[in-house]
């Protein structure tokens, strides 16, 4: 029951989840990214939390980021990009704000285990965390962690991964002096 | 115990309430609003989701603002606003972020009940809303509705006619025009 | 330009929309609140926020209510109510929600403008408040403000008439000693 | 500038930090947890997500938890605890908050970085990840991450490791018959 059994499973877990994201379409995402006038971001519960750091650190590299729903989010357009996070990519919110993007004409990421899903004919990218989902497919990780947490897990640490690749790509020499894009107030 | 009876009554407390704030203050509010580059808001509760909506009008009129803990919230500096709602002018969340404010010369507003709060040293401007504290000065509105609802109508309303007042002031004709500033994904 | 000007408007809006709301609708919607074992709302943007305030306030009241995506949301059951915030009665998102709702046998409460939506079949009362819409239907009052600020205004006042009028329906005497439910953190 | 490269460095970082995460200190967290009649979390920016991760999960596995500022938060009492997330312990809303917790009498534990911080004071635990802070102690593992990502990280790792070890404690073996405790209208 204790603290090292467990942390051991998470970390053979996460290892094993994040050695088998393909190293391909997690660089397109960095280039889609990067290309984009405006980055959005959905998803719901767990998931969207990780969205939303995900958000953060695009904004401290000076990638204009937010979340659908957020008190500050502009209007989408054909030079943006939504990025959607969903495992079984069948939650209905972010399939339908999905469908509302794809009519605006903006490129859309999906971040998900199950790629036979309702969300297919709106991907322009399909980024696979093979996670054990709700439909038990074959080629997943079948996860001894509590719900979906191991997807949230990946998702967090390829969010982080990918902010390493955006800050090269967007040559950020000094990392430091991004705490200045940092908010001061809290 | 109807609807007629207690409808009537937050109407006649909401006109006494708007009828007695300083139209001066109101306006002055509104000019350091259009000079300012970015607006934050802060606030806890009920006040604060007010005051989130006054964030989410404000952007539909082309000015920046975001509240304290956004997740895309950026440094504030010393071309910027915060304003501060608090009936009391004791919270203690809402006083240290204003303390911090000051410290990067960020012009401070504070809307509130209470003229002889904690506030009062860092305030550049005080927009009083005189409903009743849990403090019963002299010079309140003794409201009979829930706890502090009569200061969070009031709030609103205020954010309401200062963001028409700074429609005019910006002179933006078609008001109709700002929804494509709206958010277009939910 | 003025605040008196303004603010005069405001007041002029809101009596009228608020007077024109019916009050069975409204006391019908206060015995369903009464009777649920569970509150859930949902709506986007302003409407949202002004959702969560009735939500606030149905806590400090007793009543066990909660919005859609929040991180302690239970499960919805046959015997919980969801209140859903729609002026056109026509977005996306609450409209899906809806749907689940009524799959687990959920009572539904819409409160819009437009009586004839495409939330109507999911409907076990609709409350109206007779603000324009996009739409301009007839028998709507054609609003000065910007945007939709009418309808989230009276969206507050009717939550906070109706707050009055479950603390009447519970026989809670003293209002005062609601101060002990209320959050004492911030 | 590859996907593999940014993996690896962020999987090595994350088991260093986790592999030096005291057992006893995490098993004396989630007694603690197991105990409480609440639980509330307090933290900024992209902490505060992972901590409200944490609470969306322990809602999950049957224990109230919510965050400050949360819409239904309730008051808190002596029979209650407050987890901060802060690495450096020096955030200063954070640290108001633990203080007015304490004067409540509820328990605190801080899980930080920092063991010298102006928090110390107030614990009733200190869970220590050992990750690099701006204070640049010696003891700390200096990441080659963006600013705090690593703390962060360890601190949704940490909170899903003591989710396994609630699950034990409370000895719930069916795993999967949790999902009816889940929110089930997105």
């Given at each position: 029951?204790?603290?090292?059994?467990?942390?051991?499973?998470?970390?053979?877990?996460?290892?094993?989840?994040?050695?088998?994201?393909?190293?391909?379409?997690?660089?397109?995402?960095?280039?889609?990214?990067?290309?984009?006038?405006?980055?959005?971001?959905?998803?719901?519960?767990?998931?969207?939390?990780?969205?939303?750091?995900?958000?953060?650190?695009?904004?401290?590299?000076?990638?204009?980021?937010?979340?659908?729903?957020?008190?500050?989010?502009?209007?989408?357009?054909?030079?943006?990009?939504?990025?959607?996070?969903?495992?079984?990519?069948?939650?209905?919110?972010?399939?339908?704000?999905?469908?509302?993007?794809?009519?605006y004409?903006?490129?859309?990421?999906h971040?998900?285990?199950?790629?036979?899903?309702?969300?297919?004919?709106?991907?322009?990218?399909?980024?696979?965390?093979?996670?054990?989902?709700?439909?038990?497919?074959?080629?997943?990780?079948e996860?001894?962690?509590?719900?979906?947490?191991?997807?949230?897990?990946?998702?967090?640490?390829?969010?982080?991964?990918?902010?390493?690749?955006?800050?090269?790509?967007?040559?950020?020499?000094?990392?430091?002096?991004?705490?200045?894009?940092?908010?001061?107030?809290?």
């Amino acid at each position: 029951m204790g603290y090292q059994e467990k942390k051991d499973l998470v970390l053979r877990e996460i290892k094993q989840s994040m050695d088998m994201i393909n190293a391909e379409e997690a660089e397109k995402m960095v280039h889609m990214i990067c290309a984009a006038e405006q980055v959005f971001v959905v998803g719901v519960g767990r998931v969207l939390l990780m969205m939303k750091a995900f958000v953060k650190r695009l904004n401290h590299l000076g990638i204009s980021a937010n979340y659908v729903g957020a008190v500050n989010e502009p209007a989408i357009t054909e030079r943006d990009v939504l990025i959607v996070g969903s495992g079984s990519g069948e939650s209905v919110v972010p399939l339908e704000i999905m469908k509302i993007a794809k009519c605006y004409q903006a490129k859309i990421i999906h971040i998900g285990s199950n790629q036979h899903s309702s969300m297919r004919p709106y991907e322009d990218l399909f980024v696979r965390i093979p996670c054990s989902t709700k439909l038990h497919q074959e080629d997943e990780i079948e996860s001894e962690q509590i719900m979906s947490s191991l997807f949230e897990q990946s998702l967090l640490l390829l969010g982080d991964a990918a902010a390493m690749m955006i800050a090269e790509e967007k040559e950020i020499k000094d990392i430091h002096a991004l705490w200045k894009m940092h908010a001061n107030l809290e």
